[in-house]
């Protein structure tokens, strides 16, 4: 029959494509294969104000200070800066010598196409441009207000239509060629802390002027790495940086870092070539790591329990030399009130809301039981977290509840109206919701959930209109103020506190607090907003996350780190190893 | 009316389709969705910043100058750079079509000849148990729903068998190929079935039609009847189908470009809703529309050449 | 390619004779004699009976409820498991049967309204008024289908409603197209030209004499856009836009996205199962019913 013969050799032809369509890996090559989990947004400083969008940044770009890689609690080197600055008594003035022989990296917008040395006054442009209304940079915010004389300039240049970077603004100088000041508006010890954020990495005015708006997929920095294009793709490969300068890796370490010191005095960056993965679902993530095909992960949630038993990893996952890593985040989960409205101007309510919430049991269902339960805004780690304060309104207790709302002037919810409770639509978001939604039916509280796309939730939140809402924040920076701030009144929406909480006097200490140099009465003032904060239930505190990652047994050097986004500089790969492990797979 | 005025007076109704098009458009993205400020600024946004952004963006003008800047941007295909990644739109769409192309034709071509063979074979033994069992594997494979597909053969077939790349691209041919294999055969397995149906159908009008029976009468067998005659007839309505879904072929495919992280245009797309990037959005809805007025055009063209029954109307 | 699904059972475009009662009978007698077709039927009964307890609240009304672990596998307690709540997937399931008879009914019937309004009245018309209703569904069709959706969503927010009418207002472009037609071929044909004679006015002849003879059209549409209406609501869930604060299949399969890794398959597999069994049995009921109704394809 000739049409069985077609459809005998169509079932060949399909059968022989079958097989043999994976690809195998070469051990050999000394390559990261990283994933980002989230879409890069492009590689302007001033934008990427995303995490994952930082972290690319980092590989390119560098600023003025770093955080050390080897060091708990976090500390601040000089990374651009020859040393940390000279600072004044009053604390305004911040003198930097910056490193000399640093080089841009050699692209077709400087003469001949090689990479000129950096100067002081391109810290001085990268800032003005960071501040430039016209760059509409979502960055702004780490100077506005910061600087003497940079938000004037901004304003005045706003309304025009070219901005002029000669002028001088009196705030950010440079004095000589390496020499660059900083005058402060007033003091804030944290500013050293935005020297050291990707918004403030140093660019050259030539790149910028020759890729005008596309600069954002030309990166063009000081960094251990280069991409010539950014092209939007799912697969971003750097190779490195052949100027890059003289940079070694770390000889000292803090305790907990000491058996990362193999590498010590290496010149960086370790391996020649990083693959960047966009792979923004956690299925095809999850089972390319366990293929190999991926040097570390963090476990998705779901993977999670058959992957680690009581903080151990599955003797599948461990008999191939998979290693598991568990460290604290530098982060805060909350269920927010919109203070709008004046519903939740009722403090008993508020209570009586927070000790239905059954943290222990979504610490089960939804963090595998890793995190940390939070007391107050302040996580652990930072300088005014107290360990011994025990929030009175945290840990289910249904009986106190009901009191409370009872008390609150709602005997078993009688006369609340529903309430609607905002999420972003991730299909963990939503199961989060809906067990909300069960905890606050045992109490009598009637929850509605509305699940919106992440752009529409944004806007719901910065236009104000929303009663309750979920929210997660990870550190700018390791300091209390930068978890103080979200209940900052002059912050509130569109700014980043979105219960629009504004108390006078919680306002007033913390314009104190974050005046003051770091010292234990600072210490103790942030410990005592937070417990004003925990004891107001300003908002429902959830928790303070863990990152679980599991790496690859070839993979070196590697450690969580929250704020460190340079780290793809310090990781090596044992090719030897990688060769032998895979055998295994 | 001569064919000439009909071809003229079809390719100029894209004009008043292209207007609605940019109509529905412009009530999308520039009145009801929510405003793309607040995501494009970030979490420390300040209302002074809001203000300059609507500025820069256009989004603070009158509706009737923005409904006028859509119509523009429809006609001159100047679509701008996107708001998030500063790209030329147009630029990030060529840089999407190649993957998408890479997906969507390979499973356009197999998907054809799998249908017709199957539809064939069927028709051949109308009424009889293959028909009947292909008829119903092909109803129930079409009956499980597109997620399941990806989400089991993902986890089944890339990760448990190791038979293929379990997410990723690479460019070029013939690079792409490992990464493409699976999606396309997981669509095709719940794209054979509607399509098979339809050709089998379009082969069984032809089979009951008089010439067959007078063939068949004057004792041509019926191999040579199926592709001499049938086929050939049958040729008209399944083209025509066949260029129909062509438009389809530029939007990728939205779910399987996610779950295989493949950067093609559905893959941008979905990007761009997720970053409010209207431009992105905008441009991908225009051009799409474009395709899908265009082809329409082309098929009812065709139909009129071919098929001279068909009055011109 | 979804899309294409949805568009491929185009009715012949033929003329066809005109339906009678005996049309119906015949109907009527080709299902209950052909086995297929008659277990089909009850299929879609049990599916619609379960849905209409499962609303009442006389069958699974505690499917909210705890019945043991989290994520159990599938065993003689709990059939199909628990999810990640410890809830019974087997109880979610059948609950999600009265989420997909809405979604379906609902959707088939707004789609059913605009399509046979619109589609009548141009093809009744002609004239300027067709010219404006085809040029609406033409701009409107050309909208690739998922950004019609989210647009409603835009609009209306998230919710139960916004899947209806999303689904509702973007499935009716098929059935007008093919109304418009018929309606077209019928209005000169003799008995509606003999309605006119004894003074029948518009509304009339519309309604009373030309869609009771199309009517098979109405019936095949609608149960196509009923079962595809269920398929899609799956990729609505996926996009964040499907139901919410109730059980559906499609929620149920978008869970599974992050737990077939883990191994957890059965709330993939409820989910498939319960919503494969009603779309093919809509499948079947569909072809039988073109193939009684359809004179041209009788006996193929």
């Not at chain 1, 990479?115 to 915010?141: C, H, M, P, Q």
């Not at chain 3, 475009?13 to 009850?42: E, G, V, Y």
């Amino acid at each position: 029959m000739k049409m069985r013969n077609i459809l005998l050799v169509l079932t060949l032809v399909a059968a022989s494509a079958l097989t043999g369509c994976a690809k195998k890996q070469d051990a050999s090559e000394r390559v990261l294969n990283i994933v980002s989990p989230a879409e890069i947004k492009g590689f302007d400083p001033a934008m990427a104000d995303d995490l994952y969008s930082g972290r690319e940044i980092a590989k390119i770009y560098e600023s003025l200070l770093a955080y050390h890689w080897l060091k708990v609690p976090y500390e601040l080197i000089p990374n651009l800066a020859e040393a940390m600055p000279e600072i004044s008594k009053d604390g305004i003035t911040y003198t930097f010598k910056i490193k000399k022989g640093v080089l841009f990296q050699d692209d077709a917008a400087f003469p001949n196409g090689k990479g000129r040395e950096i100067e002081a006054a391109d810290f001085v442009y990268s800032l003005k441009r960071l501040a430039d209304a016209k760059t509409t940079a979502n960055g702004w915010w780490v100077l506005d207000g910061k600087l003497v004389g940079l938000n004037e300039w901004r304003d005045k240049y706003a309304k025009q239509p070219t901005t002029n970077y000669d002028e001088e603004v009196a705030g950010l100088k440079a004095l000589d060629k390496y020499t660059l000041q900083f005058k402060l508006a007033k003091p804030f010890p944290q500013f050293l802390y935005t020297l050291a954020m990707g918004f403030t990495s140093v660019v050259s005015k030539e790149v910028v002027a020759k890729y005008g708006p596309e600069f954002i997929n030309h990166p063009v920095g000081t960094g251990p790495y280069i991409l010539p294009k950014f092209d939007q793709g799912k697969r971003i490969v750097y190779t490195k940086n052949p100027t890059f300068r003289e940079k070694f890796y770390p000889t000292d370490a803090s305790p907990e870092y000491k058996d990362l010191l193999a590498d010590a005095g290496k010149k960086l960056p370790l391996v020649d070539k990083l693959i960047v993965n966009v792979i923004v679902e956690s299925q095809p993530g999850w089972l390319k790591f366990n293929k190999g095909e991926i040097d570390y992960y963090s476990i998705p949630k779901d993977n999670f329990a058959t992957a680690v038993k009581d903080n151990k990893l599955s003797p599948e996952l461990s008999g191939k030399g998979i290693e598991l890593m568990i460290s604290p985040m530098l982060d805060l989960t909350y269920t927010g009130f919109n203070y709008e409205n004046k519903l939740f101007h009722n403090v008993k309510l508020r209570r009586a809301m927070s000790l239905a919430f059954d943290e222990k049991k979504s610490n089960e269902l939804f963090y595998n039981n890793t995190s940390f339960y939070a007391q107050g805004a302040i996580p652990p780690g930072i300088a005014g977290q107290n360990k011994d304060f025990k929030n009175p309104y945290k840990g289910l207790d249904l009986v106190a509840a009901k009191k409370m709302l009872a008390e609150a002037g709602y005997p078993e919810g009688k006369g609340l109206p529903e309430i609607v409770y905002d999420i972003p639509d991730s299909t963990t978001s939503r199961q989060m919701g809906e067990y909300f939604q069960k905890q606050m039916e045992q109490i009598g509280i009637k929850i509605k959930i509305s699940a919106s796309p992440w752009p529409e939730f944004q806007a719901k939140l910065k236009k104000r209109d929303v009663q309750m809402f979920g929210a997660a924040w990870g550190a700018d920076y390791p300091d209390a103020e930068n978890f103080l701030q979200l209940f900052y009144g002059p912050n509130s929406s569109p700014g980043s506190n979105s219960t629009n909480y504004n108390d006078p006097a919680f306002n007033k200490q913390f314009e104190v607090a974050t005046k003051m140099q770091d010292s234990p009465v600072r210490t103790g003032l942030y410990e005592k907003m937070n417990k004003t904060l925990a004891e107001d239930v300003v908002v429902i505190f959830n928790m303070h996350r863990q990152a679980y990652t599991v790496r690859h047994g070839w993979l070196k050097n590697y450690h969580n780190s929250d704020l460190n986004n340079d780290i793809y500089q310090y990781l090596n790969v044992d090719t030897a190893k990688k060769e032998e492990l895979l055998k295994k797979f | 009316m001569n064919m000439y005025s009909y071809i003229l007076r079809r390719l100029l109704y894209v004009i008043p389709v292209l207007l609605g098009v940019c109509f529905i458009i412009f009530i999308i993205f520039n009145v009801v969705a929510p405003d793309p400020a607040y995501v494009l600024l970030g979490r420390h946004a300040t209302i002074e910043q809001i203000n300059q952004l609507h500025k820069e963006l256009g989004t603070d003008l009158p509706f009737w100058n923005q409904y006028l800047n859509t119509v523009k941007t429809a006609f001159t295909f100047d679509f701008g750079s996107s708001w998030s990644s500063k790209q030329q739109i147009s630029e990030m769409i060529k840089a999407g079509a190649g993957p998408s192309l890479t997906l969507t034709v390979p499973l356009f071509i197999i998907t054809f000849i799998v249908s017709i063979s199957i539809a064939l074979l069927v028709s051949f033994y109308r009424g009889g148990f293959i028909d009947k069992f292909v008829l119903l594997l092909s109803i129930a494979m079409m009956s499980i729903s597109s997620l399941a597909y990806i989400l089991f053969g993902q986890w089944f077939f890339a990760y448990k068998l190791g038979w293929f790349e379990i997410a990723g691209y690479e460019p070029g041919f013939p690079n792409f190929i490992p990464y493409t294999v699976l999606p396309v055969l997981l669509y095709l397995a719940f794209s054979w079935g509607p399509d098979t149906r339809f050709y089998r159908s379009m082969i069984l009008d032809e089979v009951y039609q008089d010439y067959v029976r007078t063939a068949r009468a004057k004792g041509v067998g019926e191999l040579s009847i199926m592709f001499k005659h049938v086929l050939k007839n049958a040729m008209v309505p399944i083209l025509t189908y066949g260029i129909i879904q062509i438009p389809m072929l530029f939007l990728g495919l939205l779910l399987a470009e996610s779950f295989f992280g493949i950067p093609g245009l559905g893959n941008i797309t979905i990007k761009a809703l997720n970053t409010s990037d209207f431009p992105v959005i905008k441009a991908m809805t225009i051009l799409s529309a474009l395709a899908f007025i265009v082809f329409g055009v082309i098929t009812d063209v065709l139909y009129t050449i071919v098929d001279p029954r068909m009055k011109l109307k | 390619m979804t899309a294409v699904t949805t568009t491929t059972n185009i009715p012949g475009t033929n003329t066809r004779t005109k339906p009678s009662r005996s049309m119906w009978q015949h109907t009527f007698h080709t299902i209950t004699h052909d086995k297929l077709s008659c277990i089909a039927l009850l299929v879609v009964i049990f599916y619609f009976v379960l849905a209409l307890l499962t609303s009442t609240g006389l069958v699974a009304a505690n499917w909210g409820a705890e019945i043991g672990p989290a994520y159990s596998p599938p065993s003689a307690q709990f059939l199909f498991g628990t999810d990640i709540f410890g809830r019974s997937v087997f109880l979610k399931m059948i609950k999600a049967a009265e989420t997909a008879v809405a979604i379906g009914l609902v959707t088939s019937l707004i789609s059913l309204v605009i399509g046979t309004i619109l589609g009548a009245v141009a093809g009744y018309f002609g004239g300027i008024v067709d010219e404006i209703i085809v040029w609406f569904y033409t701009t409107f069709s050309s909208i690739p289908f998922f950004m019609l959706l989210i647009a409603i969503a835009f609009i209306m927010g998230k919710g139960t409603t916004t899947v209806f009418i999303s689904l509702g207002v973007t499935s009716w472009v098929g059935l007008c197209r093919i109304v418009r037609g018929e309606v077209m071929k019928h209005k000169d044909r003799e008995y509606s030209q003999a309605a006119s004679a004894i003074g029948a006015g518009h509304y009339r002849k519309i309604f009373k004499h030309i869609l009771p003879n199309i009517s098979h059209v109405l019936i095949i549409n609608f149960s196509q856009t009923f079962e595809s209406a269920i398929k899609s609501e799956v990729i609505l869930s996926y996009l964040g836009l499907g139901v919410q604060g109730r059980p559906s299949w499609g929620t149920m399969i978008d869970d599974s996205k992050l737990e077939l890794a883990r191994g957890v398959w059965w709330q993939l597999a409820a989910a498939t199962l319960a919503m494969f069994l009603i779309v093919l049995a809509f499948n079947i009921l569909g072809d039988a019913l073109r193939d009684a109704l359809d004179p041209k394809l009788k006996g193929k």
